[in-house]
């Protein structure tokens, strides 16, 4: 299918653009060389950028990405939701693969350019969003490993439905392979860390179940991520998530969930959660959810995880849809913006 064929004369209905399906025409490029520095952006047809087979990027996975979105507020004005905390997280992703950073200001202006470029596709307010996905990623050609003197920044957009209201999912607990480990590159949001949890989601899949939820590497006892989310357990009268580790992405959605639940008053602890743990909660009737958060995903109810011979499941799923309800608010607009997260474009 050739990239117009992608994006159709007339855009579906909100609704119907799900994530990632429809690619927008067009992508913003700023090409680093290592004598010069970055050179000045570009607005490109996506389907002229290249990618040489004998790239660093392509051979040995040096590509680091981030994924944030643009909103439509109710007067029609276009903002940006928590990018400058998206530019950190690329610097941080980028360092750990030995990639050029791009300073902020400049990745903040080729992010408002590819809103620019496409703000016609931004769905309209409380309906959808922009996604923008900025990766940086090795040009040079040779089939050597080593540190490329020259690299790119790229960033491609997608409009996608909102996911105020995400359909539950149903994970099972991988007890034998693992996403990431102490030392490696955990806390990156690498092309490698994705690679590396296909097998484990094709193995959940294969059981029935909607994707993968990873554990510790050493033990295989405790939650770490699910597929592409961090982690909340929700008890009667607390919420827990996973603390973050070397293996853990520090999740920007999962930050403005724990900030959400600050301002709420609501106990939160981070703290080690054993599967064993889950179990026990249960059986005396103090689980009541479990859930998920991302940027992609926003916050999705978790119906079931199971693991070998057992299972625990949402009874409740309360806390979820009024977080889920809240994050919608903060990203759309309607809520007043108290922690500075909205930068309009």
Request: net charge neutral; glycine share 8%.
């Given at each position: ?62 590509s ?28 941080h992703?980028?360092r ?7 300073p ?129 357990i929700?008890?009667r ?10 293996c ?76 889920a ?21």
């Amino acid at each position: 299918m050739s990239p117009a064929e992608r994006w159709p004369a007339h855009l579906p209905e909100p609704e119907a653009l799900s994530f990632g399906r429809y690619l927008a025409p067009f992508v913003v490029v700023a090409e680093h060389d290592a004598q010069q520095g970055w050179l000045p952006l570009e607005v490109l047809p996506r389907h002229a950028v290249r990618l040489d087979i004998a790239s660093g990027g392509l051979q040995y996975g040096l590509s680091v990405f981030e994924g944030l979105k643009a909103y439509r507020d109710a007067a029609a004005g276009l903002h940006l939701f928590r990018p400058d905390a998206h530019c950190q997280r690329l610097a941080h992703s980028a360092r750990q693969l030995h990639l050029p950073v791009m300073p902020d200001e400049l990745l903040m202006s080729m992010m408002r350019r590819a809103v620019d470029v496409h703000r016609d596709h931004v769905p309209p307010y409380r309906r959808g969003a922009l996604y923008l996905r900025p990766t940086l990623y090795a040009l040079e050609e040779g089939l050597g490993l080593k540190a490329s003197a020259r690299h790119a920044l790229c960033i491609v957009a997608t409009p996608c439905s909102a996911t105020s209201v995400a359909p539950a999912r149903r994970l099972w607990a991988e007890r034998e392979l693992i996403r990431a480990a102490p030392g490696g590159l955990g806390t990156a949001k690498t092309a490698a860390n994705y690679a590396a949890s296909m097998l484990g989601a094709q193995r959940a899949r294969a059981r029935g179940y909607d994707d993968a939820l990873w554990l510790d590497a050493a033990e295989h006892r405790y939650l770490a991520e699910a597929g592409t989310m961090n982690l909340f357990i929700v008890l009667r009268d607390r919420v827990l998530t996973p603390p973050l580790d070397a293996c853990i992405l520090a999740g920007i959605t999962r930050d403005s969930v724990l900030r959400r639940l600050a301002d709420r008053g609501v106990p939160v602890e981070q703290r080690p959660i054993a599967l064993d743990d889950l179990l026990h909660w249960q059986s005396r009737g103090e689980l009541l959810e479990c859930f998920g958060t991302g940027t992609a995903a926003g916050v999705a109810p978790i119906a079931e995880i199971g693991w070998d011979a057992a299972c625990v499941r949402s009874i409740d799923t309360q806390r979820s849809t009024q977080l889920a309800r809240q994050l919608a608010d903060d990203q759309d607009g309607v809520a007043d913006d108290l922690h500075g997260w909205r930068i309009a474009v």
